[in-house]
């Protein structure tokens, strides 16, 4: 079964603009880390992982970009290009992040801290790994 969910985030808007909070009631975990990509060249794809026990919530907070997430059988690639939605990303899942707009500022919000040792970086070993 694919397990994916692209989240709508709630604005709090005024005449001043508009807000958007991620917070406990906001995402499915608690957060430990934030970064973000931008700069990123037209033809570059990022990702390319899945990991072993961090989940991740990624946001487009400008421009856009596409998420190839694969859970070993099915692809689904989704378009992130909104402040205002999110994409949930369990760890379980292969990911690959590409068409990234010139203006893409792609935020992901984990659970866990840095540690090369969660990625699983190697298409095989994610599939023996997760025994798919
Ligand atoms: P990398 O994992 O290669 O990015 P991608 O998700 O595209 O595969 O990360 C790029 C560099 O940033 C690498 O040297 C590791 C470092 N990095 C940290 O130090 N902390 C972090 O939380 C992340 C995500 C990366």
Redesign the pocket.
């Known amino acids: 079964m694919f397990d994916f969910r692209k989240a709508k985030l709630e604005i709090h808007g005024d005449e001043r603009g508009s807000l958007v909070v991620l917070d406990p009631f906001s995402l499915p975990f608690r957060i430990a880390?934030v970064?973000y990509?931008f700069e990123t060249g037209a033809c570059v794809r990022?990702?390319?992982?899945a990991h072993k026990s961090c989940n991740e919530f990624l946001v487009c907070t400008s421009g856009s970009c596409k998420i190839l997430l694969d859970d070993g059988h099915q692809k689904e690639v989704i378009l992130l290009d909104r402040p205002d939605e999110g994409l949930y990303v369990p760890c379980n899942l292969w990911r690959e992040?590409f068409d990234f707009s010139s203006d893409a500022v792609l935020m992901?919000v984990a659970d866990q801290p840095?540690d090369?040792n969660d990625?699983i970086r190697n298409y095989q070993e994610f599939r023996e790994y997760y025994r798919i």
């Open positions: 880390r970064f990509m990022r990702g390319c992982h992040m992901a840095y090369e990625y």
